[in-house]
Nanobody, 116 residues
Framework: QVQLVESGGGLVQPGGSLRLSCAAS????????MGWYRQAPGKQRELVAT???????NYADSVKGRFTISRDSDANTMYLQMNSLQPEDTADYYC??????????WGQGAQVTVSS
């Protein structure tokens, strides 16, 4: 069973930064795509950013220029660097991995709160 474990969430003031990590229990080259999603209270889960096996990235318009998705294959970990955070970024953030065998995996979520 593949496990994805997020870490790095917390409380930050507007304009601040956080880095989320998603550690995979198997080599991340097994995933053709990994990504970050978020779900704010009372709202549907939405895409934040994705990174393909080839390293191509894709971002939601709301986070372009502020968030950066990356991965470290040696550490089997994906990251989301979040800068210039705003209150509307407050949500539970989930990492996701889609593997070449049709598996679709989610982490347990990391809470991010942006508030003064």
């Amino acid at each position: 069973q593949v496990q994805l474990v997020e870490s790095g969430g917390g409380l930050v003031q507007p304009g601040g930064s956080l880095r989320l990590s998603c550690a995979a229990s198997r080599h991340i080259f097994n995933f053709y795509r990994m990504g970050w999603y978020r779900q704010a209270p009372g709202k549907q889960r939405e895409l934040v950013a994705t990174i393909s096996g080839g390293g191509s990235t894709n971002y939601a318009d709301s986070v372009k220029g502020r968030f950066t998705i990356s991965r470290d294959s040696d550490a089997n970990t994906m990251y989301l660097q979040m800068n210039s955070l705003q209150p509307e970024d407050t949500a539970d953030y989930y990492c996701n991995g889609d593997d070449y065998n049709g598996g679709h995996y989610w982490g347990q979520g990391a809470q991010v709160t942006v508030s003064s």
